[in-house]
């Protein structure tokens, strides 16, 4: 289930127009030190807004899912991720 934003109100005419705007989401790709991989992996999983962490072959070692509210929130949670011991560098892929 989509959750919004208060309605942002555009009056193009009469009568006003409302668009919602929805909620961050995001796909964060995260890249850590060899052999912290677990830990990091835990730590990510315990954030607040974090739905899922999971390790991955390929470019980057784990994804993490991430539902906030508001974009403030979202902007909290990955510099968080960025602080986690073992955290090299982190790449966001915002849900459109």
């Excluded at 990510?44 to 993490?64: C, F, N, P, Q």
Aim: proline share 5%; aromatic share 6%.
């Amino acid at each position: 289930m989509a959750r919004w934003l208060p309605a942002l109100s555009l009056c193009l005419g009469n009568p006003c127009a409302t668009i919602h705007l929805a909620m961050p989401k995001a796909f964060i790709m995260i890249d850590v030190v060899p052999g912290s991989e677990m830990r990091v992996q835990e730590a990510v999983s315990k954030l607040a807004g974090v739905k899922m962490a999971y390790r991955v072959t390929g470019e980057h070692d784990l994804i993490a899912f991430v539902d906030a509210e508001p974009y403030e929130e979202f902007a909290v949670i990955l510099s968080t991720i960025r602080t986690i011991e073992g955290v090299r560098d982190t790449d966001s892929h915002l849900v459109l």
